[in-house]
């Protein structure tokens, strides 16, 4: 099995974007890719998993360019890394709150892979 991923940071953060970029670790002589998973963190929703993105790379952007889906409310962010022999842990990279409550309904949030 994979080693969880370290060292994660959040970059860039603002009420528009935020950048997780975290550093990959053992791979078990296997190809890997890399899972963020950002859950909702309160509110009724609390524990519903608001977004899932697969990347080569444990880099990942996201904007809120989109925010129907959460609804400003805060996100738990956790990464982990996933081969042939199963998932690491996921290692938690932080909470973030993207957008703002108050936007019109027709918006959400997305995720983009940085290459």
């Known amino acids: 099995m994979p080693t969880a991923v370290r ?65 400003g409310l805060p996100l738990s962010i956790v990464v982990y890394a996933v081969n042939p022999k199963g998932k690491s842990l996921p290692t938690m990279a932080g909470v973030v709150v993207l957008g703002d409550a108050e936007r019109q309904a027709g918006e959400s949030l997305h995720v983009n892979t940085v290459q």
């Open 7 to 71: 060292d994660c940071v959040l970059r860039n953060h603002s009420s528009k974007a935020v950048t997780v970029d975290c550093a990959p670790q053992f791979d078990g002589g296997l190809s890997q890719h890399f899972v963020l998973e950002a859950t909702v963190a309160a509110g009724a929703a609390a524990g519903r998993i608001a977004l899932r993105h697969v990347s080569s790379k444990p880099t990942f952007e996201l904007t809120d360019d989109v925010t129907r889906a959460t609804n």
